[in-house]
């Protein structure tokens, strides 16, 4: 046989080597881009065993924020007299609810996303961050279902939304970046430190009483507003009241202060996570 026949050898190819990132790599965010895919299917996941073999399904995005907001109105609207500065007071708890619960569950859930998938890091490869980020999606559908039913109550009330609503984007994005900002924090926290599990149901009991869902944040006046505001939650909740139900505007100091403070957090949750990523398979 002549060396012509003979098969030759395909040349080698590139070599890929996969490390985990070091303590200061970079956030290598484009690898969320990349795995876009796989967090539509982890979003999509997450809706599918929320409602799986739940008699209401999807009106629970409903009827939460409803029944909470007329129980409210009765205790605090009712029996306690507490001042709304926006219209009905049913109205004004449910425009405090929705983006409330929204970002309460994300952080609840957020904050075990981890753990809850430990069989998929020891497993495979991919960027952990898409595990919080799908919690937080998933329950951004029931965020913009809950908007709706808010549009049909206050109009039931005869309370209709001013040109500001066009500014509604720029709150509903502030709820997002606090809830992945924090979501994403205590997700890593919690691979190593397991008290996050307790610790987070009490922390947002506390941070409720911290934000305007039951009162008015005009309650909070002076160089105070500044301070109050460091919690992004006070804008996130008086941009829904002056957007959607015609409540006061809020202030362009105050609402800077909690874009600022709400984007320390997200930078610190990345980091961290990043910072600590290499680690999660072994510890956890």
Known sequence: MSDAALPTEAPPGPTISIRPPGKWSSLRLGDLWEYRELLYFLTKRELQIRYKQSVFGISWAVLQPVVLAFIFALFFGLLAKVKSDSGPYPVFAMAGLVPWLFVAQSVAQSATSLVGDANLLTKIYFPRMVLPLGRVLALGIDLLVAIGVLFVVALIYGVTPSAAVALLPVFLL?????????????????????????????????????????????????????????????????????????????????????????????????????RTEQFFADVI
């Open 174 to 274: 502030l709820a997002f970046v606090t809830a992945a900002g924090a979501g994403v924090l205590l997700s890593a926290v919690n691979v190593q430190y397991r008290d996050v599990t307790v610790v987070v149901p009490l922390a947002i009991q506390v941070w409720l009483f911290a934000t305007p869902v039951i009162y008015a944040s005009s309650l909070v006046s002076g160089n105070w507003q500044y301070l109050y505001a460091i919690n992004p939650m006070v804008s996130v909740i008086n941009g829904f009241r002056w957007a959607l139900v015609d409540g006061p505007a809020p202030s362009i100091g105050t609402v800077a202060v909690s874009w600022a403070s709400a984007l320390a957090l997200l930078v610190a949750g990345l980091v961290y996570f990043r």
